[in-house]
């Protein structure tokens, strides 16, 4: 008869800190170091407030192109929206650079 031998497995403990542990779970003091607190990011209320003055499209006139303002203002909330993006992202970009 033969014998079989077992081997126990032994439970390790997982750190919460990034150093003792790449790419595992980071503490919310480590967490706090990676905000981004620029002035830049108040823009991006920008595309998300203005849509909501209804007074600004709550109109006929002006048309454009036989649109009447409900329309194309729609269509210039979104270049507000990429536009205002793409600003806030080409400078939080030259701050993360320095």
Known sequence: MSRLSTTVCPIT?????PHD???GP??????????DRSWANWLLLLPIVIPLMTFLFNKDE????????FYWLQLAFIVIGVGTTTLVYQITKKKKGR
């Open 13 to 17: 403990s997982v750190s919460t800190y």
């Open 21 to 23: 542990n790449p790419g």
């Open 26 to 35: 980071v503490s919310p003091r480590d967490r706090s170091t990676n905000t």
């Open 62 to 69: 002006p048309r454009v192109l036989g649109f009447p303002t």
